[in-house]
């Protein structure tokens, strides 16, 4: 930073009024802005597009098909598993969860 030394110098209380006449304003600048965090995450995501994402009009459908002779369902993980990935007889448990 450059100095001019023709410039008149301030004395030791102005600069200090300087200091906090610039702390007052970064304060009312935080202030300011501290409600722009608070917003609600429902507000904010109705706002929020994917550019041609209009699935509105889409309607997801899923087939259940019912649990098959060669699989399990493990107990530890809820999932459906094949046979083959049987460790466990009594209770059933994948080899994942094992």
């Known amino acids: 930073m450059t100095t001019d030394y023709d410039a ?3 004395s030791e209380e102005e600069q200090k009024e300087e200091s ?3 702390l007052r ?3 009312t600048d935080t202030d300011a ?6 917003q609600d995450e429902n507000e904010a995501a ?3 597009e994917l550019p041609g ?3 509105s009009h889409e309607e997801l459908t899923v087939e259940v098909v019912p649990e ?3 699989e399990f369902s493990c107990s530890v993980c809820f999932l459906v598993r094949h046979r083959s990935a049987k460790v ?3 209770p059933f448990v994948c080899r994942d969860c094992a």
């Open 88 to 90: 466990s007889e009594h």
């Open 46 to 48: 109705e706002a929020f």
């Open 8 to 10: 008149s110098r301030k």
């Open 53 to 55: 994402a209009d699935l």
């Open 33 to 38: 802005n501290s409600g722009k965090v608070d």
């Open 20 to 22: 906090l006449e610039a």
């Open 25 to 27: 304003l970064t304060a």
């Open 68 to 70: 098959q002779h060669d």
